[in-house]
Protein backbone atom coordinates (compact mmCIF):
# COMPACT_ATOMS: atom_id res chain seq x y z
CA UNK A 1 0.00 0.00 0.00
CA UNK A 2 1.93 3.53 -1.20
CA UNK A 3 1.48 6.69 1.16
CA UNK A 4 -1.82 8.04 -1.04
CA UNK A 5 -4.14 4.80 -0.33
CA UNK A 6 -2.99 5.00 2.99
CA UNK A 7 -4.48 8.87 3.15
CA UNK A 8 -7.65 7.53 1.53
CA UNK A 9 -8.19 5.03 4.25
CA UNK A 10 -7.99 7.18 7.03
CA UNK A 11 -10.63 9.33 5.53
CA UNK A 12 -12.79 6.91 4.64
CA UNK A 13 -12.74 5.74 8.24
CA UNK A 14 -13.64 9.38 9.62
CA UNK A 15 -16.74 9.37 6.69
CA UNK A 16 -18.11 6.04 7.53
CA UNK A 17 -18.21 7.26 11.14
CA UNK A 18 -19.56 10.51 10.88
CA UNK A 19 -22.36 9.22 8.30
CA UNK A 20 -23.11 6.04 9.55
CA UNK A 21 -22.51 5.88 13.54
CA UNK A 22 -23.46 9.61 14.12
CA UNK A 23 -25.92 10.37 11.14
CA UNK A 24 -24.14 13.42 9.96
CA UNK A 25 -23.79 14.50 6.27
CA UNK A 26 -20.45 15.37 4.20
CA UNK A 27 -21.56 18.95 4.51
CA UNK A 28 -21.83 18.69 8.09
CA UNK A 29 -18.61 16.77 8.77
CA UNK A 30 -16.75 19.25 6.49
CA UNK A 31 -18.01 22.24 8.22
CA UNK A 32 -16.72 20.40 11.98
CA UNK A 33 -13.80 20.89 13.89
CA UNK A 34 -11.99 17.67 14.51
CA UNK A 35 -12.17 17.95 18.27
CA UNK A 36 -16.21 18.18 17.59
CA UNK A 37 -16.07 15.09 15.75
CA UNK A 38 -13.85 13.01 18.45
CA UNK A 39 -16.31 14.47 21.03
CA UNK A 40 -19.29 13.35 19.36
CA UNK A 41 -17.52 9.98 18.44
CA UNK A 42 -16.61 9.51 21.85
CA UNK A 43 -20.33 9.99 23.20
CA UNK A 44 -21.60 8.17 20.65
CA UNK A 45 -18.97 4.99 22.11
CA UNK A 46 -20.33 6.25 25.93
CA UNK A 47 -23.96 5.50 24.96
CA UNK A 48 -23.78 2.53 22.62
CA UNK A 49 -20.91 0.66 24.31
CA UNK A 50 -19.85 1.95 27.91
CA UNK A 51 -17.50 -0.69 28.11
CA UNK A 52 -15.26 0.66 25.17
CA UNK A 53 -13.97 3.30 27.57
CA UNK A 54 -12.20 3.59 31.18
CA UNK A 55 -14.45 4.91 33.33
CA UNK A 56 -11.67 6.87 35.25
CA UNK A 57 -9.97 7.94 32.19
CA UNK A 58 -11.08 11.74 31.96
CA UNK A 59 -9.60 12.76 28.65
CA UNK A 60 -9.75 10.40 25.49
CA UNK A 61 -7.60 10.15 22.19
CA UNK A 62 -8.98 8.43 19.05
CA UNK A 63 -6.28 5.74 19.49
CA UNK A 64 -8.05 4.88 23.09
CA UNK A 65 -11.43 4.11 21.20
CA UNK A 66 -12.38 0.96 19.40
CA UNK A 67 -13.12 1.97 15.61
CA UNK A 68 -15.44 -0.53 15.17
Do not use: C
Not at 3 to 8: R, V
Not at 11 to 26: H, K, M, N, P, Q
Not at 37 to 64: R, T, V
Amino acid sequence: MNKSQSNELDWDFYFYVAETLLGWSRESFFNSTPAHWLKQYIMHLKHNAPDALEPEKKIHFLDDTPFL
